[in-house]
Structure formats: C-alpha cells, structure tokens
C-alpha cells in the first residue's frame, strides 16, 4: 500500500477529529495543572516539615532556658562553675556516660574559694561509672562526691563493660578564685 495514494476525508471525520483534539488538548493541560498542583503541595510539604522543625526548636529553647533559670537562681554566673561543668561534660564523654540531668546546688563565694554543688543524673555502664567518679575526683579543683546512688537499668541487657546503671550523683567542688 502506497501512502500517497491513502487519503483522508477530514470532512467525514471532522467530529472524530475534534474529539481526539479535545481530548489531546485536555490530557495536556490537565498535566500542566497537575504538575503546578504537584509543585504546590510538594511546596507546602516542606513549609509544614520547616513549621516542625521551628516548633521542635522552640521547644528545645524553652527547655534550655528553664535550665539556665535553675543556673541563675543558684548563683551559677562565674567563669568557674561554667569551666567546672565543662571539664564535668568532657569527662563524661570521654567514658561514654550519658548525663540525663544536672540540677545546681548553691553557689558560695567565700574569700578565696567558691564552693558549687551540683547533682548529676547518669546513664552508663557500671565500670565506666567508676572511672567516671575516680576522674571527678582528680580534677584540678577539690572534687568531693558527697552522695552516690546506684541503681540497675530498667533497660534490658548490659552496658559495653558491665551492667548498665543509673546513678544520682551529689558533688562539691571547692574552686579557688582567680
């Protein structure tokens, strides 16, 4: 069959035609649409998941600022206490021990030395707690544990290097001014 030879009659089709241009017509803007809907939502996908992490954020603000409240109604504004918690926090770090919480005692500013008492609440294995509690006490400044309690991990199993512990820590630390 010769293809130069093949006519069409669009006369006779001219509704069939019409029809299939409408259609063409239709899928192809309804993909435009489509797409242009796809970009909106994809957009406000992300405004919601950027909404959360602002609202997470805050939450972590807040909670951080609570914290700082219990530092600032204890007295804990010397470059000491924070120098203290900081060697406190690498220590803890070096043996894996997962501070939970830190509740500042009193701060007291006697002549030549200030005395900080603070509270630690600890997750760790039990012998890297007492590497822990050895380091704390070999620290620069005269590092008195004055209260220890250790209890068995609700979690199942066992720390890297024995059971896993939680432990309530009391300290005073005896710092002499600069």
Same mark, same amino acid.
Not at 6 to 24: R, S
Not at 68 to 94: C, H, P, R
């Given at each position: 069959?010769?293809?130069?030879?093949?006519?069409? &009659?669009?006369?006779?089709?001219? %509704?069939?035609?019409?029809?299939?241009?409408?259609? +063409?017509?239709? $899928?192809?803007?309804?993909?435009?649409?489509?797409?242009?809907?796809?970009?909106?939502?994809i957009s406000s996908q992300d405004k919601i998941s950027n909404y959360q992490q602002r609202i997470e954020l805050a939450r972590e603000i807040n909670s951080?600022?609570?914290?700082?409240?219990?530092?600032? &109604?204890?007295?804990?504004?010397? %470059?000491?206490?924070?120098?203290?918690?900081?060697? +406190?926090?690498? $220590?803890?770090?070096?043996?894996g021990i997962e501070i939970l919480s830190f509740d500042p005692g009193g701060l007291q500013d006697n002549q030549y030395y200030f005395t900080l008492a603070m509270v630690l609440n600890v997750n760790a294995d039990y012998f890297n707690l007492t590497k822990f509690l050895s380091a704390i006490e070999d620290l620069e400044a005269l590092t008195k544990i004055t209260s220890l309690q250790i209890t068995p991990s609700p979690e199942p199993g066992s720390g890297e290097y024995g059971p896993a512990v939680k432990a309530n820590i009391g300290i005073i630390a005896f710092i002499l001014k600069k």
């Open positions: 069959m010769d293809m130069s030879s093949v006519k069409i &009659n669009f006369k006779e089709h001219k %509704e069939k035609i019409f029809i299939l241009l409408v259609v +063409i017509a239709t $899928i192809f803007f309804g993909r435009k649409i489509l797409d242009a809907q796809k970009i909106k939502l951080l600022n609570k914290e700082l409240g219990k530092f600032k &109604n204890s007295g804990w504004q010397t %470059e000491e206490s924070a120098a203290m918690m900081g060697e +406190i926090n690498d $220590i803890a770090s070096q043996y």
